[in-house]
């Protein structure tokens, strides 16, 4: 257990919709990650979030938003839903800003769109 | 194209034997490189992480290598065990980059 929590683990919504996932960092982590992961393909990093504030972009879609709250823990927002968007969704944290701080990776909500 | 390959795709070895994964990667300088285990449908779990000035790093039977000058980095999984059966992947960070480079991983299954 890395102590990063991700909820919900599944989630099936039809096309068009939106969703948001849940990532509550380990306790004393700053910062979270965000990764998607379809089918068969290497993590795609999306975006990363510093003590509340934004601090790195990836392959993250205009679609999507993510955030991070003053308790730390952080939301991505997912909407006008594609079948293409049906993969795991990882978040990760770590204690500082990235690099030099392991990343800790949570489980993974599954997200299928139909 | 991507910044970090990693081969074979995948591999099938026999319970007990050893396997060598291979990561070639273009990102240079780095910071550091890591090698992470990921079990079906579960989150990856950091293996090893090596910075550009290490030769080897060790975990129980994993055993990571770094050739910064050749830009290739290995994975030695001594006596497998069906516990292995997972994807292994390769993770490269430059310096001053808030991104990690990640490769498409190796999916090694251990038979008994």
């Known amino acids: 257990d890395s102590g990063v929590t991700q909820t919900p683990k599944h989630l099936i919504t039809a096309t068009g919709q939106r969703v948001t996932l849940r990532c509550s960092p380990r306790?004393?982590?700053?910062?979270v990650y965000w990764y998607q992961q379809s089918l068969d393909q290497g993590l795609q990093f999306l975006i990363q979030?510093?003590?509340?504030?934004?601090?790195a972009k990836g392959n993250i879609l205009e679609r999507f938003s993510a955030q991070q709250f003053p308790d730390l823990h952080s939301e991505l927002n997912l909407s006008s839903l594609e079948l293409g968007d049906s993969a795991l969704y990882f978040c990760?944290?770590?204690?500082?800003?990235?690099?030099?701080?392991?990343?800790?990776f949570g489980p993974g909500t599954r997200l299928t769109v139909t | 194209k991507n910044q970090v390959e990693q081969s074979p795709q995948s591999l099938i070895i026999l319970e007990g034997k050893n396997c060598t994964l291979q990561?070639?990667?273009?990102?240079?300088?780095?910071?550091?490189l890591r090698w992470y285990k990921q079990d079906t449908g579960r989150g990856p779990v950091s293996l090893t992480i090596m910075t550009f000035s290490e030769n080897t790093k060790s975990n129980g039977r994993y055993t990571a290598t770094l050739d910064a000058d050749t830009k290739q980095s290995s994975l030695h999984i001594t006596a497998s065990q069906l516990s292995d059966s997972a994807s292994y992947i390769c993770?490269?960070?430059?310096?001053?980059?808030?991104?990690?480079?990640f490769g498409a991983g190796t999916t090694v299954t251990v038979r008994a």
């Open positions: 990561c070639n990667y273009t990102v240079s300088p780095f910071s550091n």
């Open positions: 993770v490269v960070r430059p310096p001053n980059d808030y991104k990690l480079s």
């Open positions: 306790s004393g982590d700053l910062s």
């Open positions: 990760a944290s770590s204690v500082g800003n990235p690099g030099a701080y392991e990343q800790y």
């Open positions: 979030y510093y003590n509340g504030e934004e601090r």
